[in-house]
């Protein structure tokens, strides 16, 4: 069966320092995995997807994640933080019998002047 | 091209009413999954359809229910709607099926959302 653990509930960076949410997934089978953004009463904005190709992915607003077999996870990063990125994160894994999505409980980033 | 549309964006009703919301796909899409959100039980999944057909549900009650119409507009349906039900309800849509693809790459895309509040 697939899961999903977001290792933080809540991650506090100050803007143009770098950011790190953290990501461990369980799954049976290869996964797909992608991360979401959700601002404050927006819907859920895709930042990148995983698919088995590059480990390494780019995603848009300078967000990249690695996907890491052998860790079973799948941390996302950003060089920089703008104040514009404070939202919640959402790590999701998808695939199985399932065939749904999976969402991790969210990673809330405020981001301080 | 226009992206995932829901309506209504807020809804407010009383213990024991029922509510229809409804979603409209990207154009092409044929998949629709609907997903509850609440801040105890984060995001969960309700149920998928494609091509009128539901392909699989979550763990949810039979008060849940919806459809899909011929041009992959889809509608959910809860009944006998309970303090519980207050949430927001997001839909996405998808080109193909997520279900019975375990290695399923495509991506589903978001609608803003309907907000239920149940008094």
């Known amino acids: 069966a697939q899961s999903v653990t977001q290792l933080d509930s809540h991650v506090s960076v100050s803007e143009g320092t770098p950011v790190l949410l953290r990501c461990n997934y369980s799954?049976?089978?290869?996964?797909?995995l992608f991360w979401y953004v959700q601002h404050p009463n927006k819907g859920l904005q895709l930042l990148l997807k995983y698919t088995s190709a590059a480990t390494l992915v780019k995603g848009i607003n300078g967000f990249e994640a690695e996907f890491k077999k052998s860790e079973t996870s799948f941390h996302l990063t950003k060089p920089s933080a703008h104040m514009s990125d404070a939202a919640e994160y959402f790590c999701v894994v998808s695939g199985g019998s399932q065939g749904n999505l999976i969402f991790g409980k969210g990673t809330k980033l405020s981001v301080k002047p | 091209k226009a992206g995932v549309t829901q309506t209504p964006r807020y809804l407010i009703k009383t213990r024991g009413q029922q509510v229809t919301l409804s979603c409209s796909p990207i154009?092409?899409?044929?998949?629709v999954s609907w997903y509850q959100q609440t801040p105890g039980q984060g995001l969960q999944f309700l149920f998928e359809y494609f091509s009128e057909t539901q392909r699989n549900k979550g763990n949810f009650p039979g008060r849940f229910s919806g459809r899909q119409f011929s041009n992959s507009r889809s509608e959910m349906n809860v009944s006998t709607l309970e303090l519980g039900d207050s949430a927001l309800y997001l839909c996405a849509s998808s080109l193909d099926p997520l279900w019975g693809l375990p290695t399923s790459t495509d991506t589903q895309y978001f609608g803003p959302g309907t907000r239920l509040t149940v008094l």
């Open positions: 799954s049976s089978y290869s996964p797909s």
């Open positions: 154009s092409g899409h044929r998949s």
